[in-house]
């Protein structure tokens, strides 16, 4: 049987730029993960377009 992990990390203030977005996609992140607990939605709003960005890098 031919198991993969994933790597699921989940994107907080310290780590919601692009530039560190994409060091953690070059060190093999496959699944991102948003909390909406904290902060408003508009930062969130950010946040995927941060993660959408770096998609096309």
Do not use: L, W, Y
Request: aromatic share 2%.
């Amino acid at each position: 049987m031919n198991i993969k992990n994933k790597i699921v990390c989940t994107i907080d203030p310290a780590s919601d730029s692009i530039k560190t977005i994409t060091k953690m996609v070059r060190a093999d992140m496959d699944i991102t993960r948003v909390s909406f607990s904290h902060g408003t939605h508009q930062e969130k709003t950010e946040v995927i377009q941060n993660i959408k960005q770096t998609e096309k890098i």
